[in-house]
């Protein structure tokens, strides 16, 4: 499964790039289980990752829970609290 | 019913905007709006600038959503929302809502609701430039405390007639 991957504001500056096509094992069943499968490609992932806490995520640009699987997902994406108004 | 929602870099002009949003109709009695300014310090530190990144995409559908969901909970005439993105010096607008309905208290509550949400729902994220250093700014828990008020159930919309 590919998935088009997108990070925003200080993940997307620890990652070091704001998106990338990545495909994941198909025991990475929800987002945390992806967070923690990225966590693991590399120092600047693990960074990124490593309070998943504080990190929310979206699918396909829905707000999405750590729990929220990612099975036909198209687009996920992953930053810290929001800060607009 | 008119929805104008907007995302741009340039300056918010808050007259002009307002008077489209009220000029069109007869029937508006009330028009609330809501000014986000940038200030000249952050947690005690003088800034230079404020830059705001978005997600493309989400930003629109989650404002969006929101401004359904006051339309469900208020007889609004009207909502208007532009948001700024880049770089924001201070003094300058960042964020404009405004409300229109027959009568004020539909369009103070949908205005106040839907700050609310952009605050904490709307992927936005601002980095503040001092005169040495960038930071990303912390989200507040008084933000998603201010946010989560509206989460118990609207009042019935005849309840006051």
């Known amino acids: 499964m590919s998935i088009k991957v997108l990070y925003f504001a200080w993940v997307r500056e620890r990652v070091g790039k704001a998106e990338e096509q990545i495909e994941p094992p198909a025991d990475v069943e929800t987002v945390g289980q992806l967070m ?7 120092e600047h992932y693990a960074y990124a990752f490593a309070n998943p806490k504080v ?3 979206a699918i396909d640009r829905s707000h999405a829970r750590a729990e929220a699987r990612i099975e036909g997902a198209n687009e996920i994406a992953f930053f810290p609290p929001m800060t607009g108004g | ?3 104008s929602i907007r995302l741009q870099h340039e300056p918010i002009d808050i007259a002009a905007e307002v008077a489209k949003l009220a000029g069109a109709r007869s029937d508006v009695g009330a028009v609330v709006t809501f000014t986000g300014i940038c200030r000249s310090d952050e947690d005690g530190a003088a800034i230079t600038a404020l830059t705001l ?3 493309q995409g989400m930003a629109e559908a989650e404002i969006a959503r929101h401004v359904d969901e006051a339309r469900a909970r208020w007889p609004l005439l009207g909502v208007l929302v532009i948001h700024r993105y880049g770089r924001i010096t201070p003094g300058e607008n960042i964020v404009l809502v405004a409300t229109a309905s027959r009568h004020r ?3 103070f509550a949908a205005a106040e609701f839907l700050m609310d949400y952009l605050k904490t729902r709307a992927p936005f994220w601002k980095q503040v430039e001092t005169a040495d250093a960038t930071a990303w700014v912390e ?15 609207p009042p019935r919309r005849d309840a006051a007639k």
């Open chain 1, 55 to 57: 990190i929310r995520a």
């Open chain 2, 53 to 55: 990144e978005y997600y």
């Open chain 1, 36 to 42: 923690a499968w990225l966590a693991r490609k590399g």
């Open chain 2, 139 to 153: 989200a507040k828990t008084a933000d998603d405390a201010a946010a989560e008020r509206w989460s118990a159930p």
């Open chain 2, 105 to 107: 208290q539909a369009a």
């Open chain 2, 1 to 3: 019913m008119t929805t």
